[in-house]
């Protein structure tokens, strides 16, 4: 048998606990050749050194650590067939010291399998076990089973990885690896194995806040956080006073939430400092200050009084009914402004006045001297500023001029009214009527001894008038003679006047539901209405109002318009569904109204999904699928697709887009439904050119006229700028670089030919049509 000995590579980057990417790494690259940390075997023999540069048993490289099964056994890949005796096989891994890290959890783990693609009905029987013994500062731990054989158990290497902790405080490590097998072609392949501590040991520190805000307002409560570390803990150091919930003043947490609602507005500092304490050792980092501006909310009363049908506005809102509102503002430090807003409406007031005035005299109303009746109107401003409506409806009462004549003998006395009188004469007497208004009655005293007396008197048509024993109901002159008590003669001439009484008529019309409103009384309802009253002669009369009622006008109209539409009637403007009324007078002085139902239809929810299928030379396929929401019943679309091609009523399609370099096409759907109503959506595809990329996998420099340098070749939009090729050795040396597409490397390494072999290489660039940064990694066979 032969041994295969491969290694690792030791890679030592010193950092700190806050330096994120700091760490100590022992690694396996997968039995690469210059791995250089050793370990021993019972062996592997040429089947096994062949099936590790099998692809199906690499994780990464170019061929896996092995161990061998057992030569006597038989081989499937060398046509034998056959069980030998089981033997024990062992994979022991040297010690390692890991002390630089021993404050913290290791992790190392590598990936395991069994089976060659070549081989069938081959694996670990029962009693073929996978087993993993680690050594801790030179003390062996419990062997742990990592897979049981049974039944040909066959293992994919891709598909199995082992990953042990190996705990802090922990100085030194290694481990062993054992399998039992019975033939030559039963193997263990292992990869990718990993050793690997976070970080080193070192003094804590905190070099940034990880998140929070520098400017807070104090009615808030925020949150503060360093970068979390392992093993690390943090005390953290507030102002007096400062209330940190769930704590009195420290946490041990790299996260603490803090609410300023306790503090006056100010500069405040807090402070955090790291510590740890592991392995017998206890360690205190510099503490890590900062400043949190605390600035303060704010709170405004505002009262306020407008009037009906007029609005407030404060903060962007408009209000128009009394109420209590709180309106949530930003102030100028950015913390809440509240604007605590009382609102009063005061209402424009309507006053009705019943005034009555006596005939002669006038009424003072609104700057004018009124004597006539009737009904006026005046607008007034109240102490409030808002408007207030005044209706004075004035009564005009009768004053009374009455004429009396009476004879008085020579010597006697006439007692009137409750005056006496002894001289013949005319007198005025002043009296008031029941109404309140003055009159005059004027009182003629004939003596005697006149040969004729002229009385004067008047009388309304419906009355009479008893004169010399006759009932007079004319009006006219009626002379007699008399003898009066005292026995003196006399001539009296009645002057009789008879004044009218009056029967009037007065229309009234009315307007739907309104009243008319005479002599203290309201009348709403059709008919006729007697009302009496005295005429300026004293005579009773009679008014009879008519009232009429005027019906109004409706019009009925009914529209329907699509969902974010508006409609325009009589220079008012709808965007919802209802029904509305709209007041105007009409030809009769009445209002006439307008009936209006709206309806609005839902419109459709235009959306689209596509997805590119493929990308040709010359044409870019792309799938489109209609997604919209028709809302209500079936829809018709229509598809542009920016290059010409317009398509109606397709809910599915595919459709080539020509490649054009940095070419964007806005297709668009536009969507309507079965009600009339569209919507449309458009979405930006951007068609990016496809990439050929060539590079050969053998050349022959100095071989002749072809084929003598490597090169690469793509065809497509790269990025010349961007463009690097690496060309390694098997041990991981450059041997060639070049930042330019056009260079070939020609076989040669510091001028000297490279020595035949398989070289590894990597290239990069950048497409100019979408960034994408693209990375090609492959081998290339050098023949000489």
């Known amino acids: ?71 006597g056994g038989g081989s499937c890949i060398d046509g034998g067939s056959g069980n030998g005796t089981r033997m024990d096989n062992t994979f022991t891994f040297d010690q390692v010291d890991i002390s630089t890290s021993n404050q913290s959890a290791r992790t190392l783990s590598f990936f395991w399998g069994n089976r060659h693609p070549v081989c069938n009905g081959t694996g670990w029987d029962s009693g073929d076990d996978l087993t993993f013994t680690p050594v801790l500062d030179g003390v062996a731990q419990p062997t742990i089973t ?26 030194t490590f290694s481990f062993a690896i054992s399998i039992s097998t019975n033939r030559d072609d039963e193997h263990l392949f292992l990869d990718d194995v990993t050793l690997s501590a976070p970080v080193l040991n070192n003094i804590p520190s905190v070099t940034a806040l990880a998140s929070g805000p520098l400017t807070v307002c104090n009615s808030e409560t925020s949150t503060y956080s360093v970068a979390p570390q392992n093993g690390v803990g943090f005390t953290w150091s507030f102002p007096n006073g400062t209330n940190v919930i769930g704590n009195n003043g420290s946490e041990s947490t790299s996260t603490i939430s803090v609410d300023w609602n306790a503090l006056p507005t100010g500069t405040y500092q807090i402070s955090v400092t790291p510590n740890y304490s592991g392995c017998g050792t206890s360690m205190n980092g510099s503490p890590y200050t900062f400043d949190v501006e605390v600035s303060s909310s704010s709170l405004t009363q505002v009262n306020a009084q407008i009037c009906e049908n007029d609005s407030y506005t404060i903060g962007g809102q408009t209000y128009t009914t009394t109420g209590n509102y709180s309106i949530l503002l930003t102030n100028s430090a950015g913390c809440d402004s509240t604007i605590e807003l009382s609102l009063t409406v005061t209402p424009e007031t309507s006053v009705a006045l019943q005034e009555t005035i006596c005939e002669g005299n006038s009424y003072t109303f609104n700057g004018q001297n009124i004597d006539q009746q009737g009904t006026y109107t005046a607008v007034f401003q109240s102490q409030s500023g808002c408007d207030s409506t005044i209706t004075l409806n004035l009564t005009v009462l009768p004053s009374y001029s009455v004429q009396e004549q009476y004879s008085v003998c020579s010597g006697d006395d006439m007692t009137y009214n409750g005056t006496s009188y002894t001289s013949p004469g005319t007198y005025t007497i002043a009296f008031t009527t029941q109404d309140g208004c003055d009159s005059t009655i004027t009182l003629n005293l004939i003596a005697p001894d006149e040969e004729t007396v002229e009385l004067d008197v008047s009388i309304c048509d419906n009355q009479s008038y008893d004169f010399n024993g006759t009932s007079l109901t004319t009006a006219g002159t009626y002379p007699a003679t008399f003898t009066s008590s005292s026995g003196c003669d006399s001539v009296v001439q009645l002057n009789l006047a008879v004044y009218p009484t009056y029967s009037l008529l007065r229309p009234v019309s009315l307007c739907g539901n309104e009243s008319f409103e005479f002599n203290g009384t309201d009348y709403s309802l059709p008919g006729d209405y007697p009302v009496s009253f005295i005429s300026s002669a004293g005579c009773d009369s009679v008014i009879t109002l008519r009232i009429s009622i005027d019906d109004q006008i409706v019009h009925y109209r009914e529209a329907t318009i699509c969902e974010g539409e508006t409609y325009e009637l009589e220079n008012f403007t709808f965007t919802e569904a209802g029904e509305f009324e709209i007041f105007h007078p009409n030809q009769n002085g009445c209002d006439s109204i307008t009936r209006l139902n709206l309806i609005v239809s839902p419109s459709p929810k235009a959306s689209f999904s596509y997805e590119i299928i493929q990308t040709g030379d010359e044409f870019t396929t792309v799938s489109f699928t209609d997604n919209t929401d028709y809302i209500s019943g079936f829809g018709n679309n229509e598809w542009d697709f920016d290059e010409g091609t317009i398509l109606n009523n397709v809910s599915e399609t595919e459709h080539d887009l020509p490649n054009e370099n940095n070419r964007v096409y806005a297709v668009q759907l536009i969507a309507e439904n079965n009600l009339g109503c569209i919507d449309s959506t458009t979405a930006l595809i951007e068609i990016t050119p496809p990439l050929n990329v060539y590079v050969p996998n053998t050349f022959t420099p100095n071989s002749g006229k072809y084929n003598n340098t490597f090169y690469f070749e793509v065809n497509g939009d790269i990025d010349v700028y961007t463009f690097s090729m690496l060309v390694f050795n098997r041990w991981g040396e450059i041997v060639f670089e070049s930042q330019n597409k056009n260079r070939h490397w020609d076989g040669t390494y510091n001028n000297t030919p490279v020595p035949s072999g398989t070289y590894t290489w990597v290239i990069q660039f950048t497409r100019k049509s979408n960034k994408e940064e693209l990375q090609y990694k492959g081998h290339v066979n050098v023949l000489r």
Do not use: H
């Open 146 to 171: 990592i897979v049981q054989g049974a039944g040909d158990a066959a293992f994919d290497i891709k598909e199995n990885q082992y990953i042990y902790d190996i705990p802090a405080c922990v100085n």
């Open 1 to 71: 048998m032969r041994v295969l000995l491969f290694g690792v590579v030791i890679l030592a980057l010193m950092g700190s606990l806050t330096t994120v990417n700091a760490q100590v790494t022992l690694a396996f690259q997968g039995g690469e050749n210059g791995d250089n940390w050793t370990y021993t075997s019972t062996g592997a023999d040429a089947t096994a050194t062949f099936e590790a540069g099998q692809f199906a048993n690499l994780v990464s490289g170019q061929r896996s650590i092995v161990v061998g099964g057992n030569t």
